[in-house]
């Protein structure tokens, strides 16, 4: 598989503030990148597709691609408690195979 | 959006025995299904591709004798931990595909809640 690098460290935000992640990949295989939002024990689900260099917005959520770099990032604007997850970064390399970044623990102090 | 139901959610077995777990498209046809593993704080792994009528093909370094995967159906498709030994308790999540937007893209995938495996 794949690899990605994703630093695993938990981030602790007060509420309001912008939470930035990324995650680094060294495989130009890769083509399409996303991010999901994980609750513990439950499955991923899907925030933001990308494939090509640049930034996409939706709404408070922003994720950058820069394919030069291997490196892409999530933003999240006005953090909220409800934000308070795991975020996983995930790259298609074929065939709609992801492989997956360790994820980020993001907790969001009200 | 698409649903992805997988069944059981928990499930504690006995060392040796085996255990199926079973992963549906709920309102959708699914040609390929994945497996995927997660361990405790890392991230998940692709364990094997599951494409409806065909064999699986198994991502390496993992034993395809050990987890049996069934595709019978557009809409189901089975993983069977055979022999389970406490190593293999694991979370183990299911995605599908949505059918006629295959190709490489990411965002037609969904996922199942994931099931908990725990081997005593």
């Known amino acids: 598989q794949k690899e990605v690098e994703q630093d695993p460290g938990p981030l602790s935000v007060p509420e309001g503030a912008i939470v930035s992640l990324n995650c680094t990949y060294s495989?130009?295989?890769?083509?399409?990148f996303m991010w999901y939002r994980q609750y513990s024990r439950k499955g991923p689900e899907l925030l933001m597709y990308?494939?090509?260099?640049g930034n996409k917005e939706d709404g408070r959520f922003t994720a950058q691609v820069d394919k030069s770099s291997k490196y892409i990032s999530l933003f999240i604007r006005d953090s909220q408690p409800s934000d308070s997850a795991t975020y996983l970064c995930?790259?298609?390399?074929?065939?709609?195979?992801?492989?997956f970044g360790k994820g980020n623990q993001v907790v969001v102090i009200p | 959006g698409a649903v992805v139901s997988q069944h059981p959610s928990w499930v504690i077995c006995k060392s040796g025995t085996s255990v199926k777990i079973e992963c549906r498209s709920l309102d959708f046809q699914a040609t390929t299904m994945f497996w995927y593993r997660q361990f405790p704080k890392q991230s998940l792994m692709l364990m094997a591709t599951s494409n409806e009528g065909s064999k699986a093909t198994y991502e390496q370094g993992v034993e395809k004798d050990k987890f049996l995967i069934n595709h019978a159906s557009l809409t189901l498709s089975t993983l069977t931990v055979t022999s389970a030994h406490p190593e293999d308790s694991s979370f183990y999540i299911c995605?599908?595909?949505?059918?006629?937007?295959?190709?490489?893209?990411?965002?037609?995938?969904?996922f199942g809640e994931g099931s908990w495996l725990t081997v005593v």
């Open positions: 995605s599908a595909s949505l059918r006629g937007k295959g190709g490489s893209q990411g965002n037609t995938i969904y």
């Open positions: 995930a790259m298609s390399y074929g065939n709609n195979r992801l492989a």
């Open positions: 495989n130009s295989a890769f083509q399409y």
């Open positions: 990308t494939y090509s260099s």
